[in-house]
């Protein structure tokens, strides 16, 4: 049967498959979190696209509900006024960085020409829920009232998003923060939107090809401006 289903796959799935098996790796479940982080990390760009060089990108420190957090800026140009997307890394709250989306990140900053914050929530065990709630919500409230403008963005075009895969509960929070930010009276008619669940999972996969990215990217900014 296990057969018959990966002659469903293209060649290329087929060979990631093949390289997970040959590595060996140990399933998550049966690891402890922080020994999954290391696992997930040195994984991560089994998947991905490679790393795409940008004329824009910092690591920087941006206030969190319980204190300040790791975040990393990516854009596609210098240029100011910038749309932003709030990026919030997958990994079901436990695990996931900035390093395993950075990939990702920045084929959305290159494809899009909007910029990109990959946020470092914190995770549990250690930080129990909400806490990755609480996260976005305080650092989404910050790019509205001056992160956005600070960072050289439009504090108008806005957006939060997240893996499909992780798409229950974790948009709760974003959606939540966004619907509350929609109240405020924004200049010149302008909106922030809600994408929802914009960026599908497959979309990560070289397997999915650069148009994939290309497309989704495109809708993000059209949907911004």
């Known amino acids: 049967m296990q ?16 390289r997970i098996r040959r ?3 140990a399933p998550f479940h049966t690891l402890t979190p922080q020994q999954a982080r290391v696992a997930y990390e040195n994984g991560a760009e089994m998947l991905d696209l490679p790393r795409a060089p940008l004329p824009r990108v910092e690591n920087l420190r941006v206030p969190g509900a319980a204190g300040a957090l790791g975040a990393r800026l990516y854009a596609p140009s210098i240029d100011p006024g910038l749309p932003l997307l709030l990026y919030l890394h997958g990994g079901g709250f436990v695990i ?3 390093e395993t989306h950075d990939s990702l990140c920045r084929q959305l900053a290159s494809r899009s020409g ?5 946020l470092d929530y914190r995770l549990a065990p250690e930080h129990r829920f909400p806490a990755a709630h609480d996260d976005t919500t305080a ?18 075009c ?25 109240q405020h009276r924004l200049p010149s008619g302008r909106r922030i939107v809600d994408a929802g669940n914009l960026l ?10 650069p148009d994939a990215i ?4 495109h809708q993000l900014v059209d949907d911004l401006r």
Do not use: K, N, Y
């Not at 909007?114 to 990959?118: C, D, E, F, I, Q």
């Not at 806005?158 to 929609?182: K, Q």
């Not at 979309?203 to 090809?209: L, N, P, Q, Y």
């Open 3 to 18: 057969e018959a289903a990966e002659a469903l796959l293209t060649p290329t799935m087929r060979g990631v498959l093949e």
């Open 23 to 25: 590595a060996r790796l």
């Open 96 to 98: 996931g960085s900035i």
């Open 114 to 118: 909007g910029a990109v914050l990959s």
């Open 139 to 156: 650092v989404l409230r910050w790019l509205f009232a001056q992160g956005a403008a600070a960072l050289g963005c439009d504090a108008s």
């Open 158 to 182: 806005l957006e939060a998003a997240r893996p499909a895969a992780d798409d229950d509960d974790s948009a709760a929070g974003p959606r939540r923060t966004l619907d509350d930010l929609r």
């Open 200 to 209: 599908p999972h497959a979309m990560r996969g070289a397997d999915a090809g």
């Open 214 to 217: 290309f497309l989704a990217a």
